[in-house]
């Protein structure tokens, strides 16, 4: 019985990938709640055992809770981390079934378009610019919002933004000329306003892959003071 009980972390476990898109949102999430988890970051070519005795399936993100629990899905861990504590009110949205939606959108059809964007040459069916017109279509639904409002779903920085904008950046990382050229002028200042922001330095830190008797490292301490204020919805700091 005992040795059950020294088995169970204390904390929370988070297995990511630092430039993993859906690992990106979960930790944003994370960060958002000041929810403290620990943070084991791998390589897709190298998964630990222990993560895949977790989650078979063996994507990232995971987080393993400390009753023993598992949450694999990217999205779930957002709304588990938001659910306990939302400083920010990012599940604050009078739609959040359109909010819904737009995540469902971005993780479908966009995400589809997207792989066959950055990995052509594997997908030689069709050029690398069909596959970014096809894409092109979520970047204008996108932009008509923020033609709108600042925030996707909101008058501030939400759920919806924090799940969809690590696979914009994506998109733009393909050809940063080509996007820097774009008829997209709000979702580029949307785009440009996350990446300079102190919420996505601090869920890009570089670590070193998670070894069984590493040091723990953790993820989610509050920013301080003024740095927060993207987390907080003010705009001024976005
Ligand atoms: N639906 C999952 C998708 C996660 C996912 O596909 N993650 C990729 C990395 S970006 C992964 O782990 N792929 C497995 C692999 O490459 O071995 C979620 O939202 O968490």
Redo the contacts with the bound molecule.
């Keep these: 019985m005992t040795s059950n009980l020294t088995a169970v972390p204390r904390h929370a476990i988070l297995y990511s990938?630092r430039r993993?898109?859906?690992?990106i949102r979960a930790r944003l999430a994370i960060t958002a709640a000041e929810t403290v988890v620990e943070l084991r970051e791998i390589e897709?070519r190298n998964?630990p055992e222990a993560m895949i005795a977790a989650s078979p399936k063996?994507?990232?993100?995971v987080l393993l809770l400390n009753n023993g629990d598992v949450i694999?899905?990217?999205?779930d861990i957002m709304l588990w981390a938001l659910r306990h504590n939302d400083p920010g009110h990012w599940l604050d949205s009078a739609w959040m079934q359109d909010v819904g939606q737009l995540i469902q959108c971005n993780?479908g059809k966009f995400k589809y378009y997207l792989d066959r964007y950055k990995y052509a040459d594997r997908y030689p069916e069709y050029p690398a610019h069909y596959y970014r017109q096809q894409g092109e279509l979520f970047l204008a639904e996108l932009e008509s919002r923020l033609n709108r409002s600042q925030y996707l779903c909101s008058d501030h920085f939400a759920l919806a933004d924090a799940a969809i904008l690590p696979f914009i950046r994506q998109f733009a990382a393909v050809d940063p000329a080509w996007f820097e050229n774009a008829p997209y002028p709000d979702l580029k200042r949307w785009l440009d306003r996350f990446l300079t922001s102190r919420l996505f330095d601090t869920v890009m830190s570089k670590y070193s892959p998670w070894k069984p008797d590493a040091p723990s490292l953790f993820l989610g301490t509050a920013l301080s003071g003024q740095e927060d204020k993207i987390i907080r919805g003010n705009h001024s700091l976005l």
């Design positions: 990938f993993c898109p859906y690992a897709l998964k063996s994507t990232v993100p694999d899905e990217s999205l993780d």
